[in-house]
Nanobody, 125 residues
């Protein structure tokens, strides 16, 4: 379903930092788990990070652990992804996702019913 909008993608040099954010439509009453996925050309969508409704549980893929930080601000209906020490292999379209169901920080695509349109993140060598 529609209802999420990402912002903050762009071009950054390897080793740099970039922040992306995702805003939920006012038509969505509440989202429990939220997550970030990414998809590079010719590859399937892969899990990046997820966060539980209250923010007490987070999960990260091994490839981004220690470099990326997911956070949320429920009052502002926002979820964020802080990306540090970026690598060229991080280049992808980044999608935010959310679910109104009581799913705790799932890493599975099919557990999320709300999706953003994606924002391009490009990391140059």
């Amino acid at each position: 379903q529609e209802g999420l909008v990402e912002h903050g993608g762009g071009l950054v040099h390897a080793g740099g930092s970039l922040n992306v954010s995702c805003a939920a439509s006012e038509s969505i009453l509440y989202l429990h788990a939220k997550a970030w996925f990414r998809q590079a050309p010719g590859k399937e969508r892969e899990f990046v990070a997820s966060i539980s409704g209250t923010g007490d549980i987070t999960h990260y893929s091994d490839s981004v652990k220690g470099r990326f930080t997911i956070s949320r601000d429920n009052a502002e209906r926002m979820v964020y992804l802080q990306m540090r020490s970026l690598k060229p292999e991080d280049t992808a379209v980044y999608y935010c996702a959310g679910t109104g169901r009581r799913v705790l920080a799932s890493s599975r695509v099919n557990d999320y019913e709300y999706w953003g349109q994606g924002t391009q993140v490009t990391v140059s060598p």
